[in-house]
């Protein structure tokens, strides 16, 4: 997924080095095992870059996504490989919070004042994902799924 403009001073300088070598263990392969909350893969997510992604066929593009948002957070252990199906469907909690705090900030920047309807104005994120993972398919399931690709 492409760095805004806005938000490239966040990332470090290494940053192409660093999802580079993310994408790289994982294979280049979608490390998605259901964090996403799409519900449509059993155990790891069956994408890879390049490939046809199932269900669409669309060509995906390996991303590497922040599992805590934060962009100055680089440590390997909050990186993930994603497809964008699997990346965007992971972000759309904070996305929605991000979209609504950008459109409240371009209302004020006009001179227009919120109305405050107590709790229903915050932005809330989306209850957290289940932290339990799906059980990992057995190699066959695995390999009938990268068969039918």
Not at 41 to 66: D, E, F, M, Q
Not at 79 to 102: E, F, I, N, S, W
């Amino acid at each position: 997924m492409p760095i805004r403009p806005e938000n490239r001073h966040r990332y470090p300088p290494d940053w192409p080095q660093i999802s580079l070598a993310i994408k790289e263990r994982a294979g280049w392969r979608c490390e998605c095992t259901g964090e996403c909350g799409r519900g449509t893969h059993p155990g790891r997510c069956p994408n890879r870059h390049g490939a046809p992604a199932y269900g669409t066929g669309s060509t995906v593009c390996l991303t590497t996504a922040h599992l805590d948002h934060t962009p100055e957070h680089c440590d390997p252990a909050n990186l993930r490989a994603m497809c964008q199906g699997c990346h965007l469907h992971y972000d759309a909690g904070h996305h929605a919070v991000t979209r609504a705090q950008t459109r409240a900030r371009a209302l004020a920047a006009t001179g227009q004042l919120a109305v405050d309807v107590g709790p229903a104005a915050a932005p809330v994120m989306p209850p957290a994902r289940p932290q339990a993972l799906p059980a990992a398919p057995s190699a066959a399931t695995e390999q009938l799924l990268l068969d039918f690709l």
